[in-house]
């Protein structure tokens, strides 16, 4: 399960926004 860059960077990315989604609901 190599990861392409793009999708560690995308996951770099999103991460913040989930937590920020994640923080908003609870």
Not at 1 to 26: C, K, N, S, V
Request: charged letters at 15%; glycine letters at 8%; zero cysteines.
């Amino acid at each position: 399960d190599a990861a392409e860059p793009w999708q560690l960077g995308f996951q770099d990315a999103a991460t913040p926004i989930m937590q920020g989604i994640i923080d908003l609901h609870h």
